[in-house]
């Protein structure tokens, strides 16, 4: 079980929904995650609740059960076209005694897709902290929105020095490859995978962000699934989240970033005129198990414990993960 609750939303209807659904629930509806209104009236449920949220901001449901309480929101999220939104909370640890809070932790694609919605969507998420993780040629194309009082950082994943003018993919070539690259094309990103999570200074500059506190924090490259997959399989490393848990979050592909899929293959259509180039658009826009699992495969034989590996990697000492838990868990009791 990765999750204790789940919410999910069709227009102004939510639906939250228990994993264990031989418990009663009492349930108080909030526009923070911090706080609930002081004398409101909490709802009561077993195994579902649907309600009605009217209002422009993000509903947090604050749960209470037996002895125990936390806060649910909704994972999904929504702006413009930039259809890989997600917020990285509700994600039980492996002690099961925590989740990952809600509000504070983002992944996406590029938000330049929010178009004209970028500085509201901002706003509505607090954030202090956007972290782009894309190549020069993606970033000068596709330049991040600038919102005052967020700071945004460009730290390529791949690019030794963020200043150099190249870019290590260029997509539409890739396209036009023949037939026979298709093993190299795997090989590529099995190689990528195994090297990706290492030392990369563009993770590195994430947690001295995560560990000051510059949040709520939004992570992204191009598609948000390989270079931001990476970012939160080492963000839930840190917090203790396991490895079914993290393959789950990087495997997730909602019907949003299905139209995703289909918004990019519009963008490169004129580069799309094989079967042979649309499956190499699959392959790069598509979400494999097998690359994540390389890299957590990589760090257990190499490291043995997530703990070791973020010491050596990124030289997170016990009292910096400490404080992330701290910091970015909510405890269950």
């Given at each position: 079980?990765?999750?204790?609750?789940?919410?999910?939303?069709?227009?102004?209807?939510?639906?939250?929904?228990?994993?264990?659904?031989?418990?009663?629930?009492?349930?108080?509806?909030?526009?923070?995650?911090?706080?609930?209104?002081?004398?409101?009236?909490?709802?009561?449920?077993?195994?579902?609740?649907?309600?009605?949220?009217?209002?422009?901001?993000?509903?947090?449901?604050?749960?209470?059960?037996?002895?125990?309480?936390?806060?649910?929101?909704?994972?999904?999220?929504?702006?413009?076209?930039?259809?890989?939104?997600?917020?990285?909370?509700?994600?039980?640890?492996?002690?099961?005694?925590?989740?990952?809070?809600?509000?504070?932790?983002?992944?996406?694609?590029?938000?330049?897709?929010?178009?004209?919605?970028?500085?509201?969507?901002?706003?509505?998420?607090?954030?202090?902290?956007?972290?782009?993780?894309?190549?020069?040629?993606?970033?000068?194309?596709?330049?991040?929105?600038?919102?005052?009082?967020?700071?945004?950082?460009?730290?390529?994943?791949?690019?030794?020095?963020?200043?150099?003018?190249?870019?290590?993919?260029?997509?539409?070539?890739?396209?036009?490859?023949?037939?026979?690259?298709?093993?190299?094309?795997?090989?590529?990103?099995?190689?990528?995978?195994?090297?990706?999570?290492?030392?990369?200074?563009?993770?590195?500059?994430?947690?001295?962000?995560?560990?000051?506190?510059?949040?709520?924090?939004?992570?992204?490259?191009?598609?948000?699934?390989?270079?931001?997959?990476?970012?939160?399989?080492?963000?839930?490393?840190?917090?203790?989240?396991?490895?079914?848990?993290?393959?789950?979050?990087?495997?997730?592909?909602?019907?949003?970033?299905?139209?995703?899929?289909?918004?990019?293959?519009?963008?490169?259509?004129?580069?799309?005129?094989?079967?042979?180039?649309?499956?190499?658009?699959?392959?790069?826009?598509?979400?494999?198990?097998?690359?994540?699992?390389?890299?957590?495969?990589?760090?257990?034989?190499?490291?043995?414990?997530?703990?070791?590996?973020?010491h050596a990697s990124y030289h997170l000492t016990q009292e910096d993960l400490k404080k992330l838990r701290k910091d970015y868990l909510l405890p269950l009791h």
């Open positions: 079980m990765d999750r204790l609750f789940d919410l999910s939303q069709k227009e102004e209807v939510f639906l939250l929904s228990a994993s264990d659904k031989g418990k009663t629930y009492s349930v108080y509806l909030s526009s923070s995650p911090d706080q609930f209104p002081e004398g409101s009236d909490p709802l009561h449920f077993t195994g579902e609740l649907r309600f009605e949220w009217k209002r422009n901001d993000r509903p947090f449901c604050h749960v209470f059960w037996e002895d125990c309480s936390t806060v649910v929101s909704v994972q999904e999220l929504s702006a413009g076209n930039c259809y890989n939104l997600r917020d990285l909370g509700g994600y039980l640890t492996s002690a099961g005694d925590a989740v990952v809070k809600y509000g504070l932790l983002y992944r996406s694609d590029q938000p330049d897709s929010m178009g004209s919605e970028a500085e509201a969507v901002y706003r509505k998420l607090g954030l202090k902290t956007v972290i782009d993780f894309r190549g020069s040629g993606e970033h000068t194309l596709w330049p991040d929105p600038v919102v005052p009082g967020v700071d945004n950082y460009w730290i390529p994943v791949f690019d030794e020095n963020p200043t150099a003018p190249r870019e290590h993919l260029d997509l539409p070539d890739i396209f036009a490859k023949d037939d026979d690259w298709k093993q190299q094309e795997s090989d590529l990103f099995r190689e990528t995978y195994l090297r990706m999570p290492f030392g990369s200074p563009a993770y590195v500059q994430m947690f001295e962000c995560l560990l000051k506190n510059r949040i709520p924090m939004l992570i992204h490259c191009l598609a948000g699934k390989d270079r931001t997959g990476i970012g939160a399989m080492l963000i839930l490393l840190a917090l203790g989240v396991p490895e079914e848990t993290i393959l789950k979050d990087y495997m997730h592909r909602s019907a949003a970033f299905q139209a995703y899929i289909d918004y990019r293959k519009n963008q490169f259509q004129q580069h799309l005129i094989t079967d042979i180039s649309q499956r190499h658009f699959s392959y790069f826009f598509g979400v494999l198990e097998e690359h994540l699992r390389a890299s957590l495969d990589r760090i257990r034989k190499e490291y043995g414990t997530p703990e070791n590996f973020l």
